[in-house]
T-cell receptor, first 113, second 116 residues
């Protein structure tokens, strides 16, 4: 298995633009997590899906952020409009729900100018 | 309620000396506990995990951790530090919430510096 796949690996955009981050979980995993990591705030859980259904989105910072999981093999995290304070590394992770071990993707480094 | 506290934000050791990274947790349920490592500009990699089996858990790269329920601790140790161990380490607690879904809490991380 190729592991968790994230794209793009790097994204540079201007304030106000829409940004879409993509994640393909490990085949067979039915839990998916989106995290954000910054120097100031560390690693934050944004949203957690189980069987494609959002279970906990309490970490989503505001309405500009949205996440979808249309099927078991694909998820997106969208920021619209983007702001400089959204600059961070965004990680996607997947797991089996009853095993708890999460497998992380390589991350997307987002820079909003 | 569930929480995890990493007691040191930075730890510095000399190459060849022991490593101790401290972690305390609280959980309303029987938790699973993990240590992840993140090298600079990389994703997180699982070092080891405790899931209610043996309390002394051995992981990759010579690391191990001991689950001590009475002390609510899960400290990470290694007998002899190597330069390649320089990274950030995250302690994680995971359990099922009242709804039966996974609740995962990350610690704030400990940056390990290894001095030649």
């Amino acid at each position: 298995d190729a592991g968790v796949i994230q794209s793009p690996r790097h994204e540079v955009t201007e304030m106000g633009q829409e940004v879409t981050l993509r994640c393909k979980p490990i085949s067979g995993h039915n839990s998916l997590f989106w995290y954000r990591q910054t120097m100031m705030r560390g690693l934050e859980l944004l949203i957690y899906f189980n069987n494609n259904v959002p279970i906990d989105d309490s970490g989503m910072p505001e309405d500009r952020f949205s996440a979808k999981m249309p099927n078991a093999s694909f998820s997106t995290l969208k920021i619209q409009p983007s702001e400089p304070r959204d600059s961070a590394v965004y990680f996607c992770a997947s797991s089996f729900p009853d095993i708890n071990e999460q497998f992380f993707g390589p991350g997307t480094r987002l820079t909003v100018l | 309620a569930q929480s995890v506290t990493q007691l040191d934000s930075h730890v510095s050791v000399s190459e060849g000396t022991p490593v101790l990274l401290r972690c305390n947790y609280s959980s309303s349920y029987s938790p699973s506990l993990f240590w992840y490592v993140q090298h600079p500009n990389k994703g997180l990699q699982l070092l080891l995990k405790y899931t209610s089996a043996a309390t002394l858990v051995k992981g990759i790269n010579g690391f191990e951790a001991e689950f001590k329920k009475s002390e609510t601790s899960f400290h990470l140790t290694k007998p002899s530090a190597h330069m390649s161990d320089a990274a950030e380490y995250f302690c994680v607690v995971s359990g099922l919430n009242s709804g039966g879904y996974q609740k995962v809490t990350f610690g704030t991380g400990t940056k390990l510096q290894v001095i030649p």
